[in-house]
Nanobody, 120 residues
């Protein structure tokens, strides 16, 4: 079974930094795209950043210049470096793996979510 395990969330002051990690486990052959979404209370889940297997990147406008997404294909892991954090970045952050080729066929998977709170 394929699982996504996230780590790195927490409480940080405005202007601070956090680094999120998400590792996909299972008998995985390849993953098309990996990304991060977030959902704040009372709001819809939104894309934060995504990266394809060949390194094509897409950022939400609100995080451009502050967040950096990267991935290690050999480890099936995606990272999100978040700098200059703002209170409006507070949300549950979810890892997504799109187009996962494994023993189970091709499917999309989500992590369990990690809380990021930006507050003084």
């Amino acid at each position: 079974q394929v699982q996504l395990v996230e780590s790195g969330g927490g409480l940080v002051q405005p202007g601070g930094s956090l680094r999120l990690s998400c590792a996909a486990s299972g008998n995985i052959f390849s993953i098309n795209a990996m990304g991060w979404y977030r959902q704040a209370p009372g709001k819809q889940r939104e894309l934060v950043a995504a990266i394809t297997r060949v390194g094509r990147i897409n950022y939400a406008g609100s995080v451009k210049g502050r967040f950096t997404i990267s991935r290690d294909n050999a480890k099936n892991t995606v990272y999100l470096q978040m700098n200059s954090l703002k209170p409006e970045d507070t949300a549950v952050y979810y890892c997504n793996a799109d187009g996962v080729y494994s023993d189970y066929g091709v499917d999309d998977y989500w992590g369990q979510g990690t809380q990021v709170t930006v507050s003084s």
